[in-house]
């Protein structure tokens, strides 16, 4: 009595995979088998042009998109202001008299 109900076996890898196989293979060749019994549109009895047999016109459309690379903007005059780096100068015994202006290099800050 304390017995519960048998178990119903499962089955084994195998035979699950054989079976996913056989039903992908009759799905697909089913497939071929509808579209092999749907019967083809008549030929347009005209020259080389195509027509659907539904009569729709098709209208393509094309869109093109450019992207245009611009020089960066100039900052405003009261963003940035310029800085000035100058070189240390060096006095030497032979330069005593005369100094000579020191390199200057003016940059901007910013990008």
Same mark, same amino acid.
């Not at 009595?1 to 499962?10: D, I, L, N, Y």
């Not at 690379?69 to 963003?79: L, R, T, Y």
């Not at 200057?104 to 990008?111: E, I, L, N, V």
């Given at each position: *009595? =304390?017995?519960?109900? %048998?178990?119903?076996? %499962?089955w #084994? %890898?195998?035979r699950?995979?054989a079976?996913?196989?056989? =039903?992908?293979? *009759?799905?697909?060749?089913?497939?071929?088998?509808?579209?092999?019994?749907? !019967?083809?549109?008549?030929?347009?009895s005209?020259?080389?042009?195509?027509?659907?047999?539904s009569?729709v %016109?098709?209208?393509?459309?094309?869109?093109?998109r450019k992207?245009i690379?611009?020089? #960066?903007?100039?900052?405003?005059?009261?963003?940035t202001?310029?800085?000035?780096?100058?070189? #240390?100068?060096?006095?030497?015994?032979?330069?005593?008299?005369?100094?000579a !202006? #020191?390199p200057?290099? =003016?940059?901007?800050?910013?990008?």
């Open positions: *009595m =304390t017995e519960g109900a %048998r178990r119903p076996s %499962r #084994p %890898r195998g699950i995979k079976l996913a196989w056989i =039903t992908g293979a *009759m799905t697909f060749v089913a497939s071929g088998a509808v579209l092999a019994a749907h !019967p083809k549109p008549a030929a347009a005209g020259g080389g042009t195509k027509v659907r047999a009569g %016109r098709v209208i393509r459309r094309t869109i093109i992207v690379i611009v020089d #960066p903007a100039q900052p405003s005059a009261g963003s202001q310029p800085v000035v780096v100058s070189a #240390p100068t060096s006095t030497s015994s032979s330069n005593v008299g005369t100094v !202006p #020191p200057t290099t =003016t940059t901007t800050s910013g990008s």
